[in-house]
């Protein structure tokens, strides 16, 4: 890398020619990328078919982008541009859009689509979580975002994940999770991907147990992430499961039974990438 010049030495001029130039490179460099997506796209055509989204993929783009950064740069500046980036040669590849429930606030969950896949990709609306999962099942390729947390009303959507056809839980976002996130609402992405696509880490897995207590929610919850919803056709509860990398279904099954509960039923409905955590001294752990 060459010297820094002198401050002394150097005019505006010249530092705005400087800007210039790398302006220049930027564009050129995202143009010679659309046409290295262009020759994607042929090859895809005859070895791909349903969405173009690749969790594993994006999710290793986003870590390598955190561990790389430095410089005056914000980080949820680059971050933006890469999503856009991503998600805008995604779209080229093939067409899709992105259905939302905006049911746990429309400014945060807007927020998040936008950060995440930009203006180019068509938004779409759904008041429900069960509505986005059904919009995106009748569809070849398209997203859906859903809350990762529990919403009042919501019920146990992630039921219509269950069998073998349906779409699945692919990723969980942001890739990159820090305290002071521009969009840091958690959210699910419901879509059809290639299997060799899906991110393997984090296991999710529908629940439904009868016998749902304080003492259950207690024993689960000191061993896996839970969203839990009453389950009226079991007279207990149907649970959403996230199981983290190396961490056992069994586990959480041993510490329901304990706890006066019965499983009645057990469906793996989705994988994500592990949450890339940044620490507020950019420190980065992986949980």
Same mark, same amino acid.
């Given at each position: ?19 210039? /130039? ?10 010679? /990328?659309?046409?290295?997506?262009? /020759? ?8 791909? #078919? ?39 040669? #995604? ?13 746990? *606030? ?46 009042? *009303? ?27 996130? %521009? ?46 919803? %009453?389950?009226?056709?079991?007279? *207990? ?8 990398? *190396? ?14 509960? #019965? ?25």
């Amino acid at each position: 890398m060459a010297e820094k010049p002198d401050p002394g030495t150097v005019s505006l001029t010249d530092l705005r020619r400087e800007i210039d /130039r790398i302006d220049e490179s930027m564009h050129g460099l995202l143009m010679e /990328r659309g046409e290295i997506i262009d /020759r994607l796209i042929s090859v895809k055509q005859t070895q791909e #078919t349903g969405s173009a989204f690749r969790p594993a993929r994006e999710a290793e783009m986003m870590r390598r982008l955190v561990e790389r950064h430095k410089g005056i740069l914000p980080l949820d500046t680059a971050e933006s541009i890469w999503r856009v980036i991503i998600s805008t040669f #995604t779209f080229v590849q093939a067409p899709f859009s992105v259905h939302a429930d905006l049911s746990a *606030g429309e400014a945060h969950i807007r927020d998040s689509a936008r950060f995440h896949f930009g203006f180019t990709v068509p938004f779409i609306a759904h008041m429900g979580a069960a509505s986005v999962v059904e919009a995106v099942s009748e569809s070849k390729g398209d997203l859906g975002l859903v809350p990762a947390f529990a919403v009042a *009303g919501a019920g146990a959507w992630w039921s219509a994940l269950e069998f073998d056809s349906a779409p699945k839980i692919i990723a969980r976002l942001p890739f990159v999770d820090r305290a002071d996130h %521009p969009a840091a609402i958690p959210v699910f992405v419901v879509s059809r991907v290639a299997p060799d696509a899906m991110v393997r880490e984090v296991a999710m897995w529908s629940v439904r147990v009868a016998g749902w207590s304080a003492k259950a929610a207690r024993a689960v919850a000191a061993v896996a992430e839970v969203i839990a919803v %009453p389950d009226n056709a079991f007279d *207990g509860a149907a649970l959403l499961v996230s199981i983290p990398h *190396g961490g056992e279904l069994a586990a959480v099954n041993d510490a329901l039974v304990k706890a006066g509960a #019965t499983v009645r039923a057990t469906a793996l409905v989705g994988s994500h990438a592990t949450r890339y955590r940044v620490a507020a001294k950019r420190s980065l752990e992986r949980s």
